[in-house]
């Protein structure tokens, strides 16, 4: 399944924060352990969406064991280790924030934090960096 598939099958998720059984089984056969890993950093509400006011700028965030991960929703990029080790290369589809992001913005399982424009070029250097 290519990724605009995948992106494709997961907006079809709207049911009001609840994803059927059969939908669960499809979505673990596409994603194998990432849709589980996914599935519980949005149960644990570490999808984040960045509102810069007053530019109504967004920036998505999935907030990982050792820090925080840019989601780019637009162009399907993550800035994580896997998005480069595993996406890139061709050995998956998707890596569980990108995945996570998706279902959390499908299900309204996110949280909104409102920042102010002039914090945007600092939040986004700490985000982009690639050290732990």
Request: charged share 35%; net charge positive.
């Amino acid at each position: 399944m290519h990724y605009s598939q995948v992106l494709a099958e997961l907006e079809k998720l709207k049911v009001e924060g609840r994803i059927s059984r059969r939908k669960t089984d499809e979505l673990r056969r596409a994603f194998d352990a990432r849709f589980t890993a996914a599935w519980k950093l949005v149960r644990e509400g570490r999808v984040k969406k960045y509102v810069f006011k007053p530019s109504g700028k967004v920036q998505w965030i999935v907030v990982g064991n050792e820090r925080d991960y840019l989601i780019y929703e637009a162009s399907g990029y993550c800035h994580c280790e896997g998005f480069y080790m595993s996406i890139m290369e061709g050995k998956a589809k998707a890596c569980k924030h990108l995945i996570a992001q998706k279902l959390a913005c499908e299900l309204g399982l996110y949280a909104v934090v409102e920042e102010e424009d002039e914090n945007y070029g600092s939040l986004m250097e700490e985000w982009r960096k690639t050290e732990s």
